[in-house]
């Protein structure tokens, strides 16, 4: 079989044994038949054996698990031996359908009367249709859905990851992410990045490779080698001492000292103190839809000012942006947005929801207000789905009736990069959110690997529309633009963002040593080289190469 | 048999995380135990310790359920348990 060749989303040469992603369990047969020879008691005691043995499982899942993960485990694992579920599908056995059939026609009863409720309860219909799958593999002596567990670490490999499935990513068990489909936005590539796993994704043929043969992965140049030798094992090696060697210890800036700070991605007060740890200068992104994921109603102002107050905490004195909340698309929330839209991307998400359901916006304002005043902590805010002068107009003024002193936007939706001298006119500040501008801008859904390429930030329209942007923002004057999309986290495309004008560097913040030293080595005046290079490119691979090609530090340090 | 009426006390209702403690307390108990919704006939009353049942009666903050149950203890399992779906679980 040959080499693969994917996209590398996540730097980190690695070698070491693949363990397959089992796939999703495969319904029954509709209204398959009990055997004969089976009688319908038999049948129904394996079913039970079957259903407790998946209640054992979830419940020891849930006692490792925090807070609300463990709340939903918990649930779940009940589900497992409901009483009534189990009482459904063993009439059903007894009417002559097999254990299968009976648990899976049972399982679609119960979800379809949940979703009928709606709202909340129509979300935990999954749990319901996760727990029959489960337990349809243990009848039938099939892997239980999700991470395999092993004694040693492995590298994973998937058609994709879904957030379900890396909830529950060990970084201590797993080496490295592998996926044959997903694109470089998509899940994988964020959590490989947070986490800091050397990751590929778009690799054709991944899904096929022998469960537990050993390969090398290139998570930069995105290459898989089966059957590594000692070139590749050299290369790993080489790694793991360059990524010793990258302690980034002062602040970001070009050879020549252009400060450019370089500032974490974060989730909530642990993420925030691990990136203080890692030497982030400041939060470029707060992202708060993070803290209430798992919450079924809006959390109150009280609740919401605690789960700020721990991010400002753990960066004290520095720059904190926060993102108002970014629900809807891939972040639903039960209490603010409409899972029914037929697109979901292009719908009632970000700053929109304020449309629809008003004053949950204001009281997160109230609650950020009131967590800044009691930090010192440089707190700034901005709105994402900003798409006119009417949305930033009209978020400015809310920011003021709060009493927030800076209010900014997210430039991800392309109308408000072309139309940036007139958007940020009323704001002070402005977030290029790349990820999904490059989506918008592409027409290309970000998940999907079939359009890896088009969700390139290397993409020639996405590139001028970044220039566009920052642009815009001199003429609407003093109100510098940052970018905390994932191409921030990109060492080649970070030399190439400052040379475009970006103010500020946001990105996980693992990412912060490898980005800080490959900008030290080079001038401003070098990164508007490249930038211009970059811009001038007819088409994303020939933009990338041409600026990797004159950037040879980013091979020095396997890049 | 014993009956007791309770009102949910939980912010959004009888959602996953109050059902799941109410239906493990609920499966304590050697009896059993049912659980409907107020109106509705004592025969369509589902089990108690059944958090799918809980859940699929949507019922809502304010509204009242009934508890029914017979034999030895009923009365205080009835009330300890009507105990828990009045309690706000929201609020921790």
Redesign the interface.
Known sequence: MQNLKGVGVSPGRIIGTIRHMPPPVAEPQTQAQRSPEIRAEEAIEELKAAAIRVHEQLKDRASRAQSDAK??L??TA??AK????L?TASKKITAGLSAESAIWEAGQN?AE??IA?GG??AE?ST??LDVRQRIVAELRGAPAPGIPHSDTPFILVAQDLAPADTATLDPAQVLALLTSDGGPQSHTAIIARSLGLPAVVAAAGADVLRDEAEISLDGATGEIHLNPGHTERQAAEQWLAAVQLQNFDGAGATEDGYAVPLLANVGGADSARRAAELGAEGVGLFRTEFCFLER??EPSVEEQAAAYAGVFEAFAGKKVVVRTLDAGADKPLPFLTDSTEPNPALGVRGYRTDWANPGVLQRQLQAIAQAAGQSTAEVWVMAPMISTVEDSEAFAQLCADAGLKTPGVMIEVPSAALNSQHVLQPVQFASLGTNDLTQYAMAADRQLGALAALNSGWQPAVLQLVKHAVDGASVAGQCPVGVCGESAGDPAMAVVLVGFGVATLSMSARSIPAVGSVLRSVTLAQAKELAKIALNAPTAQQAQQLVRARLPILEQLGL | MIERTATIGS??GL???P??IF??AASEYDFEITIGREGELAEDA??A?????L??L?AEHGEAVVLRSEGEGAEVALEALAGILETDH?AS
Do not use: C, F, N, P
């Open positions: 709340a939903v918990e649930a009940l589900m409901d009483s009534m579920l009482k119960v009367q949940l409720l909340y309860m935990r749990d319901v079924e109603s | 912010r959004v959602h996953a995380r059902a799941a239906a493990e589902g089990d310790s059944s958090i799918l049942t859940m699929g949507g929201d």
